[in-house]
């Protein structure tokens, strides 16, 4: 996230929480360079990011675009969109987790799944049944 932008304290709405998290990131012509491809000119891509948050105009972006830009600005330490979704359906601000808490948590749920497999195989054995696969 480039430290010499500033970043507003509150946004009014979805347009202005993607704007604000789009500069963060570098802003529309890299931002649109990364959700178009490397082959298309970042003029062009920053031109269609514009019209994208313009309400006046037909673009949008659609969901898988807008989670990866989401995704991408939590990695950057930037949380304005996160936090405008989160305020606007009526939840908490949203905490994230540091990388080794996300990891710790996985382990855990992957131990936890094993461990129920291996009940339902246990089960299944007692009733006389084989596992498939």
């Given at each position: 996230m480039n430290q010499e932008q500033q970043i507003p304290m509150f946004v009014d709405d979805l347009n202005e929480a993607l704007s604000a998290t789009i500069n963060a990131l570098g802003g529309k012509k890299v931002v649109g360079a990364l959700l178009r491809g490397e082959s298309v000119d970042p003029t062009v891509a920053g031109k269609w990011l514009a019209d994208c948050l313009?309400?006046?105009?037909?673009?949008?972006?659609?969901?898988?675009?807008?989670?990866?830009?989401?995704?991408?600005?939590?990695?950057?330490?930037?949380?304005?969109?996160?936090?405008?979704?989160?305020?606007?359906?009526?939840?908490?601000?949203?905490?994230?987790?540091?990388p080794q808490d996300e990891a710790a948590q996985l382990q855990r749920d992957f131990i936890a799944s094993v461990k129920a497999l291996q009940a339902i195989q246990q089960k299944m054995a007692r009733n006389g049944m084989q596992a498939v696969g």
């Open positions: 313009n309400p006046s105009k037909r673009e949008r972006l659609d969901p898988e675009q807008v989670a990866w830009i989401r995704r991408t600005a939590r990695l950057q330490g930037c949380h304005i969109l996160a936090a405008w979704e989160a305020a606007d359906a009526g939840y908490a601000p949203p905490q994230p987790l540091a």
